[in-house]
């Protein structure tokens, strides 16, 4: 404990000196999404006032455009036209462009068809004074949107709800379940761990010869029915090789595929450290040409080291690798007990002990003599401490970092409060609250930078995470003064607050902060 309690100060300390040289470095000519030019500058050379500027997976904001940015100008609407749905008086916030105005919109089917200051008229008109209306919030770190989570998603602005730690499931039959049974977007990548293990490959055992051929098979044909990339696990299949994992990237080439890795290690304790897992990211990316994405940097590879581990990445970011990574807000992470994280000296390796183990959706903490029995349930415990609150601020205020639930709420109770809370507590907390970064950078690591992340993979993905005229009617409208995650430990499937509208494909999911259950129009998105 002692030992892991110097390091945390060793790299926290780091941290502090080094956060504003982070945020400072990246790809040449990228600058932060706070450095913005200010409104009615010329902008850059060859780019029109409302164009976006990708660098390496990430979106650069050019000046903020003066006029309202328009995707499609072919579903583009004049303002006498009676529209589907109108939003009256709302501040208007497009991340991708950084347009932030009071303005009216309106939607058509299934499309914004007008930002403008012109009064509209519409079949139903929502007067927002006082709210922002927003892109509809991505998960890029959610898993399969069951009938019970799914509404918590809603609850806390998400429209699309992408599984790329990986579906346990296959693709047909994973986009049969949902497809038009759920009321958000939906996709996922091939999951790697799952698969192996339907193979009948022990965990900790490299696959055979044959056993990686017939991996190939399986992995070419889920990519080609329609998942989107590829999810590893090696630190929950520790026998995973590196032959393994390029022989099974190699099949999301053909879809520009990224790869998306839990990374093998999750402490800075030799035999295994952070910095080895991160390496091994990297070199699978130089090695294939692919882009890489950490998932849950703050609970896997960079815990305890985050200032070290942003470092490493943003010198591969400059040196033109196209690596990114999430995070989700909490001080905490949590997982099922039955998993190698709990294998050999756990307590040792995160600094904790049986006390800092509670079992989601109750307010029992474990003890020796309750541990095996939790284990032997597989129960999910949430890891009390686990996470440094400085190192998820130093990750947060990362430019080029995007949020991520990691979890989605499953009716057993037995959740992370992440499930229902994540993206309230993003913009309740470290924008509102604490000030930690502005509230177009929060919107911007929920909406555009995972559009960008896997819009290469789900072309119709490049029609959301935007607020413009054109854009998909994803739509998520909240008071900045109000908007709060309220799910706990104890009671992890409770909805957040604050969220008044949300509208997937221009069909209103919620409305004045009532769910509608009756109304499921979220789309299948496969390549």
């Known amino acids: 404990m ?40 010329t902008p850059p050379p060859g780019l029109a006032a409302n164009d976006e500027i990708q660098v390496a997976g990430t979106t650069q904001l050019p000046p903020a455009p003066l006029t309202p940015p328009v995707l499609d100008p072919s579903r583009q609407a004049d303002p006498s036209t009676v529209f589907d749905v109108v939003f009256s008086g709302g501040r208007v916030m497009d991340p991708a462009t950084g347009f932030d105005a009071v303005m009216n919109v309106g939607v058509l089917g299934d499309a ?55 579906i346990n499931n296959y693709a047909n039959a994973y986009f049969g379940r949902f497809t038009d049974a759920v009321p958000v977007n939906f996709g996922g990548a091939f999951h790697q761990q799952f698969h192996r293990g339907l193979l009948g490959v022990p965990p900790d055992r490299e696959m055979s010869a044959a056993q990686l051929a017939e991996f190939e098979r399986i992995a070419d044909k889920q990519l080609g029915d329609g998942f989107a ?17 390029l022989a099974i990237a190699a099949h999301a080439l053909d879809q520009n595929g990224v790869l998306f890795f839990h990374a093998r290690y999750s402490d800075n304790q030799a035999p295994g450290t952070n910095a080895e897992a991160i390496a091994e990211v990297l070199d699978i990316a130089r090695a294939t040409g692919l882009a890489v994405h950490v998932s849950h940097l703050t609970s896997t590879g960079g815990t305890f080291t985050m200032a070290e581990t942003l470092a490493t ?82 990750a947060m205020q990362t430019p080029w970092i995007m949020v991520g639930s990691d979890a989605i709420a499953e009716p057993d109770g037995n959740n992370h409060p992440r499930a229902a809370g994540t993206f309230a507590r993003t ?82 999911v919620m409305e004045q902060g009532s769910l509608r259950q009756d109304r499921l129009p979220g789309r299948a998105l496969r390549t």
């Open 427 to 508: 913009l309740g907390v470290y924008v509102r609250e604490r000030g930690l970064i502005t509230l177009m950078d929060a919107l911007a690591k929920i909406t555009i930078l995972p559009a960008r992340r896997v819009e290469r993979m789900l072309p119709q993905v490049a029609r959301k995470g935007r607020m413009q005229i054109g854009a998909d009617a994803d739509i998520t409208v909240f008071d900045p003064t109000t908007i709060a995650d309220r799910a706990t430990v104890e009671a992890p499937a409770t909805a957040s607050v604050g969220i008044s509208h949300v509208l997937v494909n221009g069909v209103a």
């Open 112 to 166: 914004v068809a007008y930002i403008g200051p012109e009064s509209l008229q519409g079949a139903t008109v929502y007067d927002v004074p006082g709210h922002v209306v927003a892109p509809g919030f991505i998960d890029i770190l959610s898993y399969r949107p069951n009938p019970f989570g799914v509404w918590l998603k809603v609850a806390d602005g998400v429209t699309t709800n992408l599984g790329m730690h990986g």
């Open 2 to 41: 002692d030992t892991n309690r110097r390091r945390l100060l060793i790299s926290l300390g780091y941290g502090a000196v080094s956060v504003a040289t982070l945020g400072a470095l990246g790809t040449a000519g990228e600058r932060p999404p706070t450095a913005r030019t200010e409104p009615g500058r």
């Open 229 to 245: 990339g590829v999810a590893f696990s090696p630190e929950y299949a520790p026998g995973t090789s590196r032959a393994e994992i």
């Open 313 to 394: 990445l943003e010198q591969a970011r400059a040196e033109g690798i196209d690596v990114t990574a999430c995070i989700y807000p909490y001080d905490f992470w949590a997982t099922r007990l039955g998993s190698f994280r709990f294998a050999g000296d756990w307590q040792g390796r995160y600094g904790l002990d049986f006390s800092d183990l509670q079992i989601g959706g109750t307010d029992i903490r474990l003890t020796s003599d309750t541990f095996a029995a939790a284990q032997a349930d597989n129960k999910l415990v949430a890891a009390l401490g686990s996470i440094p609150s400085a190192e998820v601020d130093l």
